[in-house]
């Protein structure tokens, strides 16, 4: 009898009204959605949707006039892609200038201006060094100040009568004219050591509509004048990163390796750089973001010129786009410079990753070790 009125009076305790799912988390996820979504909205409407309507015109062959999203638009699919690296013409040839370009001067911008921001660095980070703040300000001075005015003062400094060749001139060097020279830096060293024509295997062929002795040309001389100023703009910028890792390195570490008998070289070497590890990993991938969109340099000091030596992806988009009014291919130079930019920072970000030796390798090629018995 007891164990049955035990029994009822469970099931009728089990058969009450349950409480609600979620209760209080329910409501803290109701209440972040509410305050992030005005968040999501603006990017949603400034940023996702005008790529998408990027993406659109590309796949058209609009010029324009009207909108691009009435039937009256032609569309073209992948043409626009496909004609800058399939189809023989003007379009591939000069897309394919432009990436050999930008290829020289990434290659020269990013080691140049990381090398010498991580130099500034070491200088301002020395506890024996007086007035720091006033090297910090100086250094870093020409990164804040607009670039259309430091494009225009380098104009005046690279000009034929300019400061540059009046400097050049007192140690008996006469000075090229720097915005009109197209000739490329390699061709010059050849041409030095006796190469004055060009090898009839290398101006046969080449990839991609481009001779490899236009492959090999190297920056112009007119190139290396903005290579110049955005290596000494940019520098500032990036001391400053190498500055706040720098400042975050254990001095106990320092002095260690200095009692071990480490000398200099080799605690740079040995502690330094492996400490500071992240912050070189995010100089490099914003440097060479910024090296291949760079676009006001060029825009304000060559507009491509002379003979196309200075023409970069990001202004030959817009040149395609606002110049020749066609705007397809111009978002198609674009989109392909974005994947461009995407895949080199996935290839940068595998090669600077710290490996780990104790953690096991995934996937089918890793060894199986034999249990001990």
């Not at 039937?71 to 626009?80: L, S």
């Amino acid at each position: 009898m007891a164990t049955e009125t035990l029994t009822a009076v469970a099931t009728a305790g089990g058969a009450g009204p349950r409480r609600s799912r979620g209760g209080i988390r329910s409501n803290e996820n109701l209440a972040g959605w509410l305050f992030v979504a005005p968040v999501i909205v603006i990017l949603g409407l400034f940023l996702l949707l005008p790529i998408l309507m990027a993406l659109w015109v590309s796949l058209t062959d609009w010029n324009g006039q009207g909108s691009p999203f009435t039937g009256n638009v032609p569309f073209v699919g992948a043409h626009n892609y496909t004609q800058l690296f399939t189809e023989d013409g003007l379009a591939r040839r000069d897309f394919m200038t432009s990436i050999r370009n930008n290829i020289y001067y990434v290659a020269i911008v990013v080691p140049a201006q990381t090398v010498l921001a991580l130099g500034l660095a070491l200088v301002v980070n020395n506890r024996m060094l007086k007035g720091k703040s006033f090297f910090r300000s100086a250094f870093y001075f020409p990164s804040v100040t607009s670039s259309v005015a430091i494009s225009v003062v380098f104009l005046f400094l690279f000009a034929n009568s300019g400061a540059v060749n009046a400097l050049l001139g007192f140690v008996g060097i006469d000075g090229p004219e720097w915005f009109a020279d197209s000739r490329g830096v390699l061709h010059l060293l050849f041409g030095a050591v006796g190469v004055d024509s060009p090898p009839a295997a290398l101006t046969d062929g080449g990839p991609f509509g481009l001779t490899w002795w236009d492959w090999l040309a190297g920056p112009s001389v007119a190139m290396i004048s903005i290579i110049t100023l955005v290596v000494w703009t940019t520098s500032g910028t990036f001391m400053l990163m190498f500055l706040a890792g720098l400042q975050n390195v254990p001095v106990t570490l320092d002095e260690a390796s200095n009692l071990d008998g480490a000398s200099r070289w080799q605690r740079f070497r040995y502690v330094t750089l492996p400490m500071i590890r992240p912050t070189m990993f995010l100089v490099l991938t914003l440097g060479m973001i910024g090296s291949w969109q760079v676009f006001d340099q060029v825009y304000v000091m060559s507009q491509g010129d002379p003979a196309k030596t200075t023409l970069t992806p990001a202004y030959l988009s817009y040149r395609t786009a606002f110049a020749d009014f066609d705007y397809g291919s111009g978002a198609a130079i674009s989109f392909v410079l974005f994947l461009i930019i995407i895949v080199l920072t996935l290839i940068q970000r595998r090669a600077l990753a710290e490996r780990d030796t104790d953690r096991p390798r995934r996937g089918w090629w890793r060894r199986r070790v034999p249990e001990r018995s």
